[in-house]
């Protein structure tokens, strides 16, 4: 693996100009040699379960070991092997919708289509529909999609995302695919038929949904050989087109569904007048990708048992269809620099000479573009040497190709991490901007979320719309992400990253060295519906 790194190193000084002779500072361009190295084509976009992500978790595991971290994986490994089912369909998927005794097939990528079905290789499933509004049951308000409905050996038709109004966190966790799932599960559905709603089709529509039903899904395995419970079987995607015909003949009509869910109203629920039934075959195929572990250990006995998680995804997208003949990804921004930034948090505990009282465990987990899977394998099968978590500080995409003048800290105003992060940010000249885009739910869509789940109180900063923010943004959301172009050639400020590592080794120390550890607010949502083991 050392001759790799040395001809992979040599390849990327070469195809990279300028870079061995960048007039940077010391703390500049060690970051600009991690993001380099990570985001070269060398390693054809880091896709979990490929020999290239393998390549770039040794890197970061020899970048540990340089920062001072101790390996924190089973048995003295830098590694925890998360094993992963990976489930691609194969031949062409049918579906029948039977109403008043007539059979008709509904038409695929037409009326409908797939959409991440897990751990499976023969899904045959019939049945009558009932459909279920959201599918959504939350303790908190008293809600519950399933009040007055009988869906016991049925298939339960419900929207793709969650319901509309209120807290939009709290509506995108509400909207959760597997969570909804096994609340179908629980009460005796066989199945569960997405209908594309009017949030999704206005940010992905049937028609593009459609283009990737042929994509891989992904869920982790447990020590037992089973995947993941992910709840009842998702049985495809139904679209506009094809709920006009599922509802057909109903008590409910879908033109009332429809206004109902775009005006952000309570949706008509119920049995309908259709039976759906569907043959569908995957090929299943087991891996491994591991996420990457190093702990420092705290200084203080009375807390060294205590952890503060730093996380980061190592995995991106892996080779695509070429654009303008290329197809490697190679996430520069997608995350080479929040794992560089991650390094260089290590790194500055390293050159301090003085250890936090609370351990720090860092973290560069695996497969989070495929549904934050090494995150959740981690949360959820805490490692030996970490039982305890108290803390997470998320480390994913930070845009920085312009001097940022403000970050967006999500999960911030949820527990007492927000002051200490007003804090470092006011400290190194920064302040915290609230959330320029709500109706995303970025809080839901990264991997903190894993440790919130688990009732962890957790934070995750991104670089502000402040001044020339807004435009940066919005040109790398449409130009970059998730394309080849996101790569080591974009106008990355590496100075402006400097200040982003030293924001968050801030808000690292602060958490360590605090003499409480941190609380949920009251009354928050998270706080009060995840009372995990983790942060007790």
């Given at each position: 693996m050392n001759a790799f790194f040395k001809l992979a190193a040599a390849s990327v000084l070469a195809a990279t100009p300028g870079l061995a002779a960048d007039p940077l500072p010391p703390e500049e361009a060690a970051l600009k040699a991690h993001v380099a190295f990570l985001a070269s084509d060398a390693l054809r976009g880091r896709e979990a379960g490929t020999p290239d992500y393998d390549i770039a978790a040794e890197y970061v595991a020899a970048e540990m070991m340089k920062a001072g971290l101790e390996p924190a994986g089973p048995n003295g490994s830098w590694f925890q092997q998360v094993p992963m089912m990976v489930s691609r369909p194969t031949g062409q998927p049918t579906m029948t919708m039977t109403v008043a005794g007539r059979t008709t097939a509904l038409v695929f990528n037409t009326d409908w289509t797939l959409r991440r079905t897990t751990g499976v290789e023969r899904l045959d499933v019939a049945g009558p529909v009932v459909f279920a509004g959201y599918g959504v049951v939350d303790p908190s308000t008293g809600r519950d999609d399933y009040r007055g409905l009988d869906v016991r050996g049925k298939i339960v038709a419900m929207f793709q995302s969650g319901p509309k109004g209120g807290n939009s966190e709290v509506a995108a966790h509400l909207g959760n695919r597997v969570d909804r799932a096994k609340l179908a599960r629980a009460r005796g559905a066989t199945g569960v038929l997405m209908i594309e709603s009017s949030q999704i089709h206005a940010r992905l529509p049937f028609s593009r949904q459609a283009e990737d039903w042929d994509a891989r899904a992904v869920t982790w395995v447990g020590a037992d050989g089973r995947p993941r419970d992910e709840g009842a079987p998702g049985l495809g995607v139904i679209g506009y087109a094809g709920a006009a015909k599922l509802f057909a003949g109903s008590r409910i009509r879908w033109a009332d569904v429809l206004a109902a869910d775009t005006a952000g109203r309570a949706v008509p629920t119920g049995p309908l007048a259709a039976s759906i039934a569907t043959s569908q075959r995957y090929t299943v195929e087991r891996i491994r990708s591991a996420n990457v572990v190093g702990r420092l250990p705290g200084s203080d006995a009375r807390f060294d048992a205590e952890h503060i998680v730093l996380s980061g995804h190592?995995?991106?997208?892996?080779?695509?269809?070429?654009?303008?003949?290329?197809?490697?990804?190679?996430?520069?921004?997608?995350?080479?620099?929040?794992?560089?930034?991650?390094?260089?948090?290590?790194?500055?505990?390293?050159?301090?000479?003085?250890?936090?009282?609370?351990?720090?465990?860092?973290?560069?987990?695996?497969?989070?573009?495929?549904?934050?899977?090494?995150?959740?394998?981690?949360?959820?099968?805490?490692?030996?040497?970490?039982?305890?978590?108290?803390a997470n500080v998320n480390l994913d995409?930070?845009?920085?190709?312009?001097?940022?003048?403000?970050?967006?800290?999500?999960?911030?105003?949820?527990?007492?991490?927000?002051?200490?992060?007003?804090?470092?940010?006011?400290?190194?000249?920064?302040?915290?901007?609230?959330?320029?885009?709500?109706?995303?739910?970025?809080?839901?869509?990264?991997?903190?979320?894993?440790?919130?789940?688990?009732?962890?109180?957790?934070?995750?900063?991104?670089t502000g719309y402040g001044g020339p923010g807004k435009a940066a943004w919005e040109r790398f959301l449409k130009n970059h992400y998730h394309r080849p172009s996101d790569e080591i050639g974009l106008p990355i400020d590496w100075t402006a990253t400097r200040g982003f590592v030293r924001v968050n080794y801030a808000i690292a120390r602060a958490l360590a060295n605090a003499t409480d550890r941190p609380r949920w607010v009251r009354g928050d949502y998270f706080g009060t519906a995840f009372r995990g083991p983790m942060a007790r």
């Open positions: 190592l995995d991106h997208v892996g080779v695509t269809r070429p654009v303008e003949g290329d197809g490697i990804n190679n996430g520069a921004m997608d995350n080479a620099i929040g794992i560089a930034s991650m390094l260089e948090v290590a790194r500055a505990f390293q050159k301090s000479g003085e250890r936090p009282k609370r351990s720090l465990l860092f973290a560069a987990v695996t497969a989070e573009e495929k549904g934050l899977i090494g995150s959740d394998y981690l949360a959820s099968n805490p490692l030996a040497s970490a039982r305890t978590v108290v995409m930070p845009l920085l190709t312009y001097k940022f003048t403000d970050l967006t800290a999500y999960g911030a105003d949820r527990s007492t991490i927000g002051p200490v992060a007003a804090a470092a940010a006011r400290a190194e000249g920064y302040r915290l901007a609230p959330d320029p885009s709500p109706e995303e739910a970025i809080f839901t869509r990264s991997d903190h979320y894993s440790w919130v789940r688990q009732g962890v109180p957790s934070v995750f900063l991104v």
